[in-house]
């Protein structure tokens, strides 16, 4: 290490060290534990400018008795003790002092799914949800203590939510496990809910479903989740849609799109047809002339936005059909047109245009 090296070097080259040399990571291998320490030492020193100066200058003897190099800090390690705590799972490394943990503590949040009609999703609906979940129990208010009885203070930790323990030359805190870091426990329990201060219950949840909703979409209904341990908030429930598929629609976005037959005579004469729309039929117009596979737009007549203003559009593509069985009378009458429009069945080069319809659909 660089004589001149910053702080976020030094805490840097002490973590990689610290981790390969720790206790925890090399048990019954004293030349570890001896190097940990030393490195522990050193790193009190250097991280501390007054020491690390009276070091510069004086030696061993500068700092002797000082916290570092015959002195223990704990101050100094502080910002350390986080990393420390996570990967060794200890709650307090150096015995600095830690926050006792509630007893309350949030519900977990439920997941129902609800299955709706095209249409349903479409112009939204009013319906029920059933849900089992835990509801704080009413004997106890969610307490988890018998009537007239509190928790009280846990004897392994005293209060503390921790329980300390001397593991080498370092005094270490996990969470006590009496209380688990409540700093409490229950001693005469409720009858009804046997101490946890919830009881399952079955109930129905009105759910109002917007318009425009889509499949997968979901609804979140705050504090309908179950209910927080020992009195702590409830958690949300989140309701998951899933929409059946439409006979002859289909959805894109807020666009409908739907294929509606026609006759040859209507494609090359022109017609007016009626389109199905999910409020009631509408009028096209086929003008004459209108090849197989042409597409026509229909505003409005698409899917609400949801939670917002307007509508999508409605997409028709009208195809052309060719009768499979002809009348006598009709395979005459064709015969005859065909004489009138035959074409020369030659090869044609694309257009830029038609060659863009078919890169694209």
Same mark, same amino acid.
Request: positive net charge; contains cysteine; glycine residues 14%.
């Given at each position: 290490m660089e004589r001149q090296c910053g702080e976020q070097e030094i805490k840097s080259a002490y973590r990689k060290l610290a981790m390969q040399y720790h206790p925890d990571r090399n048990p019954n291998n004293p030349e570890a534990e001896d190097k940990f320490k030393e490195l522990t030492e050193a790193y009190a020193v250097l991280i501390d400018a007054e020491k690390r100066s009276a070091y510069d200058r004086f030696g061993h003897a500068g700092v002797a008795g000082a916290g570092g190099m015959g002195g223990f800090d704990p101050n100094a390690f502080q910002d350390l003790s986080d990393i420390f705590g996570e990967f060794f799972g200890i709650g307090d490394l150096f015995g600095a002092g830690g926050r006792r943990r509630t007893r309350a503590q949030r519900g977990p949040d439920l997941r129902?799914?609800?299955?709706?009609? &095209?249409?349903?999703?479409?112009?939204?609906?009013?319906?029920?949800?059933?849900?089992?979940?835990?509801?704080?129990?009413?004997?106890?208010?969610?307490?988890?203590?018998?009537?007239?009885?509190?928790?009280?203070?846990?004897?392994?930790?005293?209060?503390?939510?921790?329980?300390?323990?001397?593991?080498? &030359? &370092?005094?270490?805190?996990?969470?006590?496990?009496?209380?688990?870091?409540?700093?409490?426990?229950?001693?005469?329990p409720c009858p009804k809910c046997k101490g946890e201060g919830r009881v399952l219950r079955q109930r129905t949840v009105e759910a109002k479903v917007p318009a425009g909703v889509e499949d997968g979409t979901r609804i979140r209904f705050s504090g309908y989740g179950e209910a927080g341990a020992f009195g702590g908030p409830a958690g949300d429930l989140y309701v998951v849609l899933h929409v059946k598929e439409h006979p002859f629609f289909s959805r894109e976005g807020n666009d409908l799109h739907c294929v509606i037959p026609i006759s040859f005579t209507q494609a090359a004469l022109g017609a007016e047809i009626k389109v199905p729309t999910l409020e009631g039929e509408q009028v096209l117009k086929i003008p004459e002339g209108t090849q197989s596979g042409t597409t026509?737009?229909?505003?409005?007549?698409?899917?609400?936005?949801?939670?917002?203003?307007?509508?999508?559009?409605?997409?028709v593509e009208v195809r052309s059909q060719t009768p499979t069985k002809l009348t006598k009378r009709q395979r005459e009458l064709l015969q005859e047109l065909d004489g009138l429009t035959r074409i020369e069945n030659k090869p044609q080069r694309s257009t830029l245009v038609e060659k863009m319809k078919d890169i694209f659909g």
């Open positions: 129902e799914d609800l299955t709706l009609t &095209f249409e349903e999703a479409v112009f939204g609906t009013e319906t029920k949800v059933s849900v089992r979940r835990h509801e704080a129990c009413e004997d106890c208010s969610g307490s988890g203590a018998a009537a007239g009885k509190s928790p009280v203070t846990c004897r392994s930790c005293q209060g503390r939510g921790q329980v300390r323990y001397q593991q080498g &030359f &370092f005094s270490m805190a996990r969470t006590c496990p009496t209380c688990q870091g409540a700093g409490s426990v229950i001693t005469d026509f737009r229909i505003k409005s007549k698409g899917v609400p936005v949801l939670q917002g203003r307007g509508k999508g559009d409605l997409f």
